[in-house]
């Protein structure tokens, strides 16, 4: 099992920054990719933000240029960078991790609960 835990959500501005941080334990062996996810009240999940083991990196485009995604696989830490925020970025962001096993084979989800991002206009 993975577990995950976002923190460094709060309260800002528009056009301020803020940085998401995920902590990642259990058994860790495995993740091949990690991601951002946000969910606004009354609306669906949406991918913000992929990184590969190998730094590859994929964004939304209502945040491409703003958000940057990073990982630390030393420290099992996964970052979201966030600049110039937007009223409409405000949401509850997850942080999610894709696990492959072998013998047999597997590709597991694994969810964080959650920390909420508010801008204010």
């Known amino acids: 099992q993975v577990q995950l835990v976002e923190s460094g959500g709060g309260l800002v501005q528009a056009g301020g920054s803020l940085r998401l941080s995920c902590a990642a334990s259990?058994?860790?062996?495995?993740?091949?990719?990690m991601g951002w996810y946000r969910q606004a009240p009354g609306k669906q999940r949406e991918l913000v933000a992929t990184i590969t083991g190998g730094g590859t990196t994929n964004y939304v485009d209502s945040v491409e240029g703003r958000f940057t995604i990073s990982r630390d696989s030393a420290k099992n830490m996964l970052y979201l960078q966030m600049n110039n925020l937007k009223p409409e970025d405000t949401a509850a962001y997850y942080c999610?991790?894709?696990?492959?096993?072998?013998?047999?084979?597997?590709?597991?989800?694994?969810w964080g609960r959650g920390t909420q991002v508010t801008v204010s206009s």
């Open positions: 259990g058994s860790i062996f495995g993740i091949n990719a």
């Open positions: 999610n991790a894709k696990k492959t096993t072998y013998v047999p084979f597997t590709l597991k989800d694994y």
